[in-house]
């Protein structure tokens, strides 16, 4: 168990080393923020156009609306994920990817990844109602579903970039991967949670800073550095999310650490020695 974890916990130090190498995959979550946000705001503006302000009790198209807003926003967050695992996949096997390798592979895999948006935006309607319409034990399922729902489908997206299969067999691979791999997973999303929690609270320094100054200038601009700060440190932990799913899944799949991660965890030295 312990060597599981401890493995895990490699796979996580050849994540951040990939993103010390590869920057620009920093790009991604933002594009698949502002895709997600513009895609929200059309739908948005669609359905205050054709069915009027939000607030109303539930009707079939206000259900519809919001079946579409979730296919969009998984969409949009499943297809920057796919460039970033294949640039990260690249990368841990040795070579030197860039944006487009990421973009153009999640473009040839959309069909695939349109196909799990639809099925993950079923899956957390579905989980929403039962959690908001449900009392006491119904509550406490969907939780418990919801948690299974994600462990079950963590490898989902690599499984769609790199099998030939479709979104519903994905489910049924990714959980077999799980299972292979679950104390390295647990390992690698612990260590990175945990380290970037840790990073998250130094965003409260210059808050504290600024209202230790008395200054109601000074505090604002602490404020506004921190949030700044939390919005890069939200961008490298989706791609480092991305990274670590690649990294998990070459090593559920061969059963050895990625070729490239020698390299990633020499880089991520080399940086932190510079």
């Given at each position: 168990?312990?060597?599981?974890?401890?493995?895990?916990?490699?796979?996580?130090?050849?994540?951040?080393?990939?993103?010390?190498?590869?920057?620009?995959?920093?790009?991604?979550?933002?594009?698949?923020?502002?895709?997600?946000?513009?895609?929200?705001a059309?739908?948005?503006?669609?359905?205050?156009?054709?069915i009027?302000?939000?607030?109303s009790p539930?009707?079939?198209?206000?259900?519809?609306?919001?079946?579409?807003?979730?296919?969009?926003?998984?969409?949009?967050?499943?297809?920057f994920?796919?460039?970033?695992?294949?640039?990260?996949?690249?990368?841990?096997?040795?070579?030197d990817?860039?944006?487009r390798?990421?973009?153009?592979?999640?473009?040839?895999?959309?069909?695939?990844?349109?196909?799990?948006?639809?099925?993950a935006?079923?899956?957390?309607?579905?989980?929403?109602?039962?959690?908001?319409?449900?009392?006491?034990?119904?509550?406490?399922?969907?939780?418990?579903?919801?948690l299974g729902?994600?462990?079950?489908?963590?490898?989902?997206?690599?499984?769609?970039?790199?099998?030939?299969?479709?979104?519903?067999?994905?489910?049924?691979?990714?959980?077999?991967?799980?299972?292979?791999?679950w104390?390295?997973?647990?390992?690698?999303?612990?260590?990175a949670?945990?380290?970037?929690?840790?990073?998250?609270?130094?965003?409260?320094?210059?808050?504290?800073?600024?209202?230790?100054?008395?200054?109601?200038?000074?505090?604002?601009?602490?404020?506004?550095?921190?949030?700044?700060?939390w919005?890069?440190?939200?961008?490298?932990?989706?791609?480092?999310?991305?990274?670590?799913?690649?990294?998990?899944?070459?090593?559920?799949?061969t059963?050895?650490?990625?070729?490239?991660?020698?390299?990633a965890?020499?880089?991520r030295?080399?940086?932190?020695?510079?």
């Open positions: 168990m312990f060597e599981r974890l401890k493995r895990g916990w490699q796979l996580t130090k050849a994540s951040f080393g990939v993103l010390q190498q590869d920057k620009e995959i920093l790009v991604l979550p933002v594009l698949a923020f502002l895709s997600i946000v513009l895609g929200l059309f739908w948005g503006v669609v359905g205050f156009a054709t009027g302000l939000p607030g539930m009707t079939i198209p206000r259900y519809v609306l919001l079946f579409l807003m979730y296919v969009t926003a998984a969409f949009g967050g499943t297809f994920l796919a460039a970033t695992i294949e640039m990260a996949s690249i990368r841990l096997e040795g070579g990817p860039v944006v390798d990421g973009l153009a592979k999640a473009w040839e895999k959309k069909t695939k990844l349109l196909g799990w948006a639809v099925i935006a079923t899956v957390g309607i579905l989980l929403r109602v039962l959690r908001h319409r449900g009392k006491g034990m119904a509550r406490l399922l969907a939780a418990g579903l919801e729902w994600a462990v079950a489908t963590f490898f989902a997206v690599p499984v769609l970039v790199y099998r030939d299969i479709g979104p519903l067999a994905a489910i049924k691979e990714s959980g077999g991967l799980m299972r292979q791999t104390g390295e997973a647990a390992g690698g999303v612990g260590s949670g945990i380290v970037f929690f840790a990073l998250g609270l130094l965003g409260l320094l210059p808050v504290v800073l600024g209202f230790l100054a008395g200054s109601v200038t000074i505090l604002l601009v602490g404020i506004a550095v921190a949030v700044s700060y919005i890069v440190l939200a961008a490298a932990n989706t791609a480092v999310d991305g990274i670590l799913k690649a990294a998990l899944f070459r090593y559920a799949d059963g050895e650490l990625p070729s490239g991660f020698e390299a965890e020499a880089g030295v080399t940086a932190d020695a510079g």
